[in-house]
């Protein structure tokens, strides 16, 4: 390996260990193996190489590639045809219309790098306030609105029937969305000169599905999420079903363990043990639907569906200012997800006043209304951010839900430093009942693996 990669290496995986891609000692030993019999002449070739030996999970390949492109770039500084005569925007939307309908990703590349620098420099490029953005260039460019010339450049002037128009019409769709990616991966590199790699790699690159907060995902990355449920509670009813079985294994019965150990001389070669029967829990998860919540709350009621095989009685229960049991639409919504929370606002009666959450009251009529949905078999999940909007959170009724329940587990969709701001009453909350900061897939599938009774 030349001078100077080994170190390049080392930074890239060290980013990529930030952002959630678990590459350790080994995997970094394989990719330098890797670079050592690749080389670096075929950089495609190379991306290859070093993804076969650093990611291991489904979705953490995007985050790698956003990675990859920061420290092994195509290329340095301005591209070589921003140092040529300068063009007018004009000139450049007309080249870009011709490689969208060509669809010539090399010269999209090519095109994506000088748009960057006519359109995306912002301040001065080598000063400390200045760099290159993306959404600077992609608001003056507009390759969005090049989709009609393109489609008319493709057709030729011949007509074509519906249905190959539409398909027509999705290519050219999927081409500008390259293309769009190509300016980002370009202004992240460009800005990666001027700002430093690290900096840029730690707020430039979004995170993969499992790492992005709950309450800031926006609509692309909550279906992204959505498509996560089924292999997540696969994994989950995996990692369940093993635990149970090994706890089916009790501790060792003495006396069978010496009557046992008479054919062998007294010496207790194959212990006996006094094997448990556990039964399957019943859950009961309490969810607030209120604002930015309810995307959490129902990516979490979808999963513990999905992991309904696991025991012997789900019942969901949802409430903004009033509560009111959601089970069957949970039971019916599961191939729906998407509509979900619609669903439950409009056919369950959720709301009474304003819409604003109302825990002491929604707390205090679950139960009034359910006192049998709980029981000493039961394990109890509350979803919702502990915000009362100030009315009185009614820490009675959590107690009263504490002492009927098997177990009682609060998720806090918030960050933890948030609990004791405003309006939250979450620290009183979790003075009565454990309170757990759950704020990403990730978190979420660790505490449903560690806090689910067997």
């Not at 990692?239 to 046992?260: F, H, K, S, V, Y």
Request: net charge positive; with cysteine; charged share 25%.
């Amino acid at each position: 390996m030349t001078g100077g990669v080994p170190e390049r290496l080392a930074e890239f995986v060290k980013v990529l260990r930030a952002q959630g891609i678990p590459a350790g000692p080994s995997e970094t030993v394989d990719a330098a193996a890797a670079l050592e019999v690749l080389g670096l002449d075929d950089r495609a070739l190379v991306r290859e190489g070093l993804a076969a030996a650093l990611v291991r999970r489904g979705g953490q390949r995007a985050v790698f590639d956003a990675a990859f492109d920061l420290y092994f770039p195509a290329g340095v500084g301005a591209p070589e045809r921003a140092r040529e005569e300068p063009s007018t925007l004009e000139d450049l939307r007309e080249e870009l219309a011709a490689a969208l309908a060509d669809g010539d990703r090399q010269a999209l590349s090519q095109l994506a790098g000088l748009a960057v620098d006519m359109l995306g420099q912002y301040g001065s490029a080598s000063g400390p306030g200045g760099g290159f953005s993306a959404h600077q260039t992609l608001e003056r460019l507009q390759p969005q609105t090049l989709i009609a010339r393109v489609l008319a450049a493709v057709r030729g002037g011949g007509a074509r029937g519906e249905f190959t128009d539409r398909l027509d019409r999705d290519e050219i769709r999927r081409r500008v969305e390259v293309f769009r990616g190509q300016v980002r991966t370009e202004a992240r590199r460009r800005a990666a000169e001027v700002r430093g790699r690290e900096r840029v790699a730690k707020h430039a690159i979004a995170p993969s599905p499992d790492r992005v907060d709950f309450l800031i995902a926006s609509r692309t990355q909550l279906a992204e999420l959505r498509r996560t449920i089924q292999p997540l509670s696969r994994k989950l009813a995996t990692r369940l079903a093993a635990r149970r079985r090994r706890m089916t294994r009790g501790q060792i019965d003495l006396r069978r363990t010496l009557r046992r150990s008479l054919s062998t001389g007294g010496v207790p070669l194959r212990p006996a043990y006094r094997h448990r029967r556990p039964g399957r829990p019943e859950i009961v998860l309490l969810c607030d639907l209120s604002g930015s919540v309810a995307g959490f709350a129902n990516f979490t009621m979808l999963l513990v569906q999905a992991l309904r095989d696991q025991f012997s009685k789900i019942r969901v229960f949802a409430f903004v200012d009033s509560t009111d049991e959601v089970t069957h639409l949970v039971t019916t919504g599961a191939a729906d997800p998407e509509h979900l929370g619609a669903r439950m606002l409009s056919e369950a009666a959720l709301v009474r006043w304003d819409g604003h959450s109302d825990y002491g009251g929604s707390l205090r009529q679950f139960t009034e209304n359910w006192p049998d949905a709980i029981g000493p078999r039961t394990s109890v999940l509350i979803l919702g951010d502990a915000r009362t909007n100030g009315g009185d959170p009614n820490l009675d009724a959590v107690r009263a839900i504490k002492a009927r329940a098997r177990h009682v587990h609060w998720l806090n969709p918030e960050r933890r430093s948030l609990w004791s701001t405003g309006d939250s009453a979450a620290l009183g909350y979790a003075d009565v009942v454990e309170m757990h900061e759950c704020r990403t897939v990730h978190q979420l599938g660790t505490l449903v693996t560690r806090l689910l009774p067997v």
